[in-house]
């Protein structure tokens, strides 16, 4: 089993800037991908970031230019920096661990959730 902890949520205004952190434990060769997802309220899960352990990176068409995914293979950890954030970007946000797939990221592991939250 893999286990996912987050930090770094919180509530911002609109313009600023937040950085996420989540450290994987357990099997971690189990996963060679890791990535951010986020669902707001009504709203289904989408993904906002994915980054391979060989450093290939996608971001969401939303989020392209204003967020920076980045992992330490070292700690385990991904990083999501966020900024110019705006209202819409409101969500919680989920790590996550997988692998990348013909067809994209494919998460198989999920974080608890960390609440983000931008004041307009």
């Known amino acids: 089993q893999v286990q996912l902890v987050e930090s770094g949520g919180g509530l911002v205004q609109a313009g600023g800037s937040l950085r996420l952190s989540c450290t994987a434990s357990?099997?971690?060769?189990?996963?060679?991908?890791m990535g951010w997802y986020r669902q707001a309220a009504g709203k289904p899960r989408e993904l906002v970031a994915a980054?391979?352990?060989?450093?290939?990176?996608n971001y969401a068409d939303s989020v392209k230019g204003r967020f920076t995914i980045s992992r330490d293979n070292a700690k385990n950890t991904v990083y999501l920096q966020m900024s110019s954030l705006k209202p819409e970007d409101t969500a919680v946000y989920y790590c996550?661990?997988?692998?990348?797939?013909?067809?994209?990221?494919?998460?198989?592991?999920w974080g608890q959730g960390t609440q983000v939250t931008v004041s307009s």
């Open positions: 980054i391979s352990s060989g450093g290939s990176i």
């Open positions: 357990g099997s971690i060769f189990s996963f060679n991908a």
């Open positions: 996550s661990a997988g692998h990348y797939l013909t067809s994209g990221y494919q998460s198989n592991y």
